[in-house]
């Protein structure tokens, strides 16, 4: 092929909407010269089938953004690029049988209008007049979204497609890349039938081949891609008379109707019905030996198997009796990927450099427009408008092995439309990843919750506490649980609890100069050898990446440890920034942590250990615990007197063991979390995140502006201080009512949004409600009266001193 492009700036794999997407962002963003392949023709894969539902409506605030700039994208996209496409904007309604669900739609709803979606709550007989074929006798009420509706999937691709090639990017269909192939400086080649591609960049937007592709980039750091294959079937009925005749009469198609918890969609697809369920008795493909997966399915369809769907369908004749008077025009049976949580994977390729993934979509339609977006803005600036976490790849490390990635797809496609309730734990693929003395807490009454696969008790039951998972559907704080975490965080406060905290990232940096790359990277100071402190990374926008506990151990070596979630994300990011002669080993999976912490916790440690427990906070020193060599950092998350114990995990349970024979309280998350919120110590990507600044996180005691090294940011925050902060971080005590305030509740003042909740819950030692977070700076003033939302109430709130509500001069932490 004489046009064949032999260099390229990036190069896509995959021509779904979501690969012409990324694209035509890329070409949006000035990068004109990157290529996209595909193994048939554009669409060829779940984008050929898909139903082309446009919702904006998300529990995630990142994929409501996501969402919302796709219908926003598609609004004006057929003018933009000349070519024509149905776009039809019909709103739709969610139908609500329960109180909880009414909470649901409420806090969605919530966080739809502080991103300027017109979402409105409707009574059932508001829902009636606009679809006067809906039955509503058993209904609570309606969630009525006007931006909701549907668009063709291939006419958006091949829109996508035409816009950026207007704009000089190349598409090159029936060209499956079959291999790549990474260089010394970083960058690559793309290896097709037709010849190499040179690039810097290279993107897994493979669909369901994502997996298959990634295996290519194995040799260069890379892993499995956590994903499996659903099938997905609706059904469109023959046209029926009444729907065209109230098509004309109001000049459009009825509204979207989603009836969530029976867990289905139905649609006026031109002049009949579209029905898609998501049955619990699903069925995943290509999981097992028997059925592999071919090495071509484009263009394909699995035969019908209407009998797992029918307790539905009929349900949905119920609901709309129109429906019943029609036949089964056709039924489509196709593939749709699925990453463990039902998210898409969009972002830096785990442990490789210069790749990236844009994949496991099982809205691709609705998302494909945003995930665009979101991906050029990784490539290009390194960063995202928005903070991504929840699509991120690296949020799954390496226990998501086949077995859980089937099992954790089955559970969320046979729970698509489920609450997510805050005391709720899914069951599948569970125990990948246990303590040294997992057995003990569960003997012990933990209820176990699985934090990046490792498995923590939550709280500890007594006998007769009710621990099924029915009691957990409540987004109330009261539960069989309440109890036990305020007896839990009393034993904390008056005597010792000891928390199992398996899973704390841990990574050893050393080498000549790992001090000085350190100071390049971290936007504060290191501590000194043997003490410890926090440290932060930030995005050259000075928005926060991370937060760390740096050990000191000598001169050019440090113990860096971070979240459980943060483990790839921050291993990719330490591994990048240092030098060649400088190791980063994770040497997460060896060790075990405690927490031992209360006023009592000295007097305990000190019956067992030979450590030197008058030395003060933030220090650190190797010792003998219960006879076994272990690692003690004073430190404490809960806000008392207290040590991490670090152990090797042989010697752990002859520690954990001692330290609870000499009166220690098990106590578990939940329990942790009321201990750090009275402290307003922040959590990484609930507080933390790179929707803010470090300045408005309130971290500027973090930032070191006169040291010489020149870290990311440092221009960005210099330049904020001088500007001023627009937002600022805060601790509210709310007056609230039976729940606590989730991530992302509005907060007003005087009937306006001036900010947003970045967490909640109950203080026990305090005896009041609590929330995290930020608000215009004028809104940030102690003593300010507030007002937060959670699910549909307002209650009033105060803005508190910037300084902890418990043991505000620390006294009991440094005793």
């Given amino acids: 092929m004489s046009d064949f492009p032999t260099k390229a700036r990036v190069v896509i794999i995959g021509g779904g909407v979501v690969g012409c997407s990324s694209l035509y962002h890329l070409a ?168 190499d591609i ?60 989603r009836d969530v918890d029976i867990s289905y969609y139905l649609r006026q697809e031109k002049n009949g019905f579209n029905l898609g369920p998501y049955e619990p008795n699903c069925k995943g493909h290509w999981m097992t030996e028997d059925d592999p997966m071919p090495e071509d399915f484009s263009f394909q369809l699995w035969n019908d198997d209407l009998d797992r769907i029918e307790d539905i369908v009929t349900d949905a004749m119920e609901r709309v009796p129109l429906m019943a008077t029609s036949g089964v025009g056709r039924v489509i049976n196709g593939p ?43 490539i290009v600036d390194g960063h995202t408008e928005w903070d991504m976490w929840a699509v991120d790849p690296r949020r799954y490390t390496d226990y998501t092995d086949q077995d859980y990635c089937n099992q954790k797809g089955m559970e969320v496609y046979g729970n698509e439309y489920a609450m997510h309730f805050p005391h709720h734990e899914w069951p599948a693929a569970r125990d990948k990843k246990l303590s040294p003395v997992h057995a003990k807490v569960k003997e012990l009454g933990g209820v176990m919750g699985a934090y990046n696969g490792w498995e923590r008790a939550n709280w500890f039951a007594k006998p007769g506490d009710n621990t099924s998972e029915e009691a957990t559907h409540t987004w109330g704080r009261s539960g069989p649980w309440e109890q036990r975490i305020k007896e839990e965080c009393e034993a904390v406060r008056d005597h010792c609890g000891v928390l199992d905290l398996p899973g704390f990232s841990r990574f ?63 291993r990719d990011l330490l591994t990048k920034a240092m030098p060649a002669n400088v190791s980063v080993e994770d040497v997460t999976t060896t060790r075990d ?60 349970p002859a520690i954990y063991d001692a330290i609870l024979g000499a009166g220690a309280t098990p106590f578990g998350m939940y329990a942790l979390n009321a201990l750090r919120i009275e402290k307003g110590y922040r959590t990484w990507k609930g507080d933390l995140s790179s929707d803010y600044s470090l300045l408005e996180g309130g971290l500027g005691r973090f930032v070191k502006l006169d040291k010489p090294q020149d870290f990311p940011g440092k221009a960005a925050i210099q330049n904020e201080k001088q500007q001023g902060v627009k937002k600022a971080f805060v601790t509210l005590t709310v007056e609230a009512g039976d729940c606590d305030a989730p991530y992302m509740s509005c907060i007003s003042q005087n009937g306006e949004i001036v900010g947003e909740t970045t967490s909640g819950a109950w203080g026990y030692r305090v005896g009041k409600s609590i929330a995290l977070g930020m608000v ?32 505000p001069a620390n006294e009991r932490l440094r005793a």
């Fill in 28 to 195: 949006k963003k000035g990068w004109t010269d990157c290529v996209l392949l595909e193994k048939n023709e554009l669409t060829a894969g779940s984008t050929w089938h898909a139903a082309g539902n446009v919702p904006t409506f998300s529990n995630s605030w990142a994929i409501m953004n996501m969402q919302r700039y796709s219908t926003e994208l598609y609004s004006g996209l057929a003018e933009e690029v000349d070519y024509p496409m149905n776009y039809h904007v019909s709103g739709s309604i969610r139908l609500a049988h329960s109180k909880e669900r009414m909470q649901e739609f409420e806090h969605a709803m919530a966080m739809g209008k502080y991103q300027g979606i017109p979402m409105e709550m409707w009574t059932p007989e508001q829902a009636k007049e606009r679809y006067p074929f809906l039955e509503t006798h058993d209904l609570e009420g309606v969630l009525y979204d006007p931006t909701d509706g549907d668009i063709d999937p291939a006419q958006l691709t091949q829109a996508l497609a035409k816009g950026a090639r207007d704009m000089g990017q190349k598409i090159i269909r029936f060209c499956p890349a079959t291999d790549v192939t990474q260089h010394d400086d970083g960058t690559w080649t793309v290896h097709t039938e037709k010849g």
């Fill in 198 to 257: 040179a690039c810097d960049y290279v993107v897994n937007a493979a669909g369901y081949y994502a997996q298959r592709v990634g295996e290519m980039f194995k040799p260069y750091g890379g892993r499995t891609v956590p994903a499996m294959v659903m099938s997905h079937q609706y059904l469109l009925t023959d046209e029926v008379p009444e729907v065209e005749a109230w098509s004309k009469e109001n000049g459009g198609k009825l509204p979207l109707l």
């Fill in 336 to 378: 749709i990927p699925y990453a463990p949580d039902g998210l898409p994977l969009i972002g830096p390729m785990p442990g490789v450099a210069n790749a990236f993934e844009a994949h496991s979509f099982t809205f691709g339609i609705a998302q494909g427009g945003g995930a665009g977006k979101v991906l050029a803005e990784w």
């Fill in 508 to 570: 050893m940096v050393k080498g000549e100069g790992a001090a000085e790359a350190l100071r390049g990277l971290i936007t504060g100071g290191l501590p000194k050898v043997g003490r410890i402190n926090l440290v932060y990374v930030s995005d050259d926008r000075g928005r926060i990446l991370t937060e760390m506990s740096c050990v000191r151990l000598g001169e050019d070596e440090f113990m860096m440890i971070t979240a459980a979630t943060a483990q790839w994300h921050d």
């Fill in 593 to 652: 942590t405690l927490i031992v912490t209360g006023p009592k916790s000295r007097e305990i440690l000190s019956g067992l250990s030979d450590a030197d427990l008058s030395t003060g906070w933030l220090t650190h020193q190797a010792a003998t615990v219960a006879g076994k060599s272990a690692f003690l950092i004073r430190v404490s998350f809960a806000g008392e007197l207290g040590w991490e114990v670090h152990a090797l995990n042989e010697d752990m």
């Fill in 776 to 807: 215009r700076t004028e809104a940030a003033n102690p003593g300010t009266e507030l007002e937060v939302e959670i699910y549909g109430q307002k209650y009033r709130a105060v803005v508190q001193e910037d300084q902890p509500l418990w043991d």
